[in-house]
């Protein structure tokens, strides 16, 4: 769990922090970690509001796609768990007040292009680099889920 410092007046701020720490830990996070707002908030862009653009995005290209009929009969498992983020509101909701999302937005469409240009040009490099991210994905320690 993050923990920012709080903002506004210094009195009665350990108290407040105690009690938030004491709150945390009473609910059983395994972890808590001191970080200031805008490093916290530009973390969380690209480990949660950019998902859900992206899923979104996903979304939209399959909608206005010129085989969008085709396309959709066609979907199975992998569209289906590609957009599931897309459909539970988030994407409107906390990203929205996020001032790091349109950057992280701009830096996946970048990557995005740079990786349709490497699969016209080297495609077996770009397969094989992508295969390599995916044995990285399954590597990171990231938090099992509750």
């Known amino acids: 769990m993050a923990i920012c410092p709080p903002v506004g007046r210094a009195e009665g701020r350990g108290a407040?922090?105690?009690?938030?720490?004491?709150l945390w830990l009473a609910a059983?996070?395994?972890?808590?970690?001191?970080?200031d707002p805008s490093t916290h908030d530009r973390a969380v862009t690209y480990a949660?509001?950019?998902?859900?653009?992206a899923a979104a995005a996903v979304v939209e290209a399959l909608r206005d796609a010129s085989e969008s009929e085709l396309a959709r009969a066609l979907a199975a498992g992998g569209f289906r768990d590609t957009t599931r983020l897309a459909g539970d509101g988030t994407v409107s909701g906390a990203a929205a007040l996020n001032r790091h999302v349109p950057t992280a937005a701009r830096d996946l469409s970048l990557a995005l292009r740079a990786l349709a240009d490497e699969l016209e040009s080297r495609p077996a490099e770009a397969l094989?680099?992508?295969?390599k991210l995916a044995d990285e994905r399954r590597r990171m320690r990231l938090p099992k889920p509750r």
């Open 48 to 53: 949660s509001h950019l998902p859900y653009l």
């Open 16 to 22: 407040a922090d105690a009690a938030v720490r004491d």
């Open 128 to 131: 094989e680099r992508l295969g």
């Open 28 to 35: 059983g996070a395994g972890s808590l970690l001191d970080i």
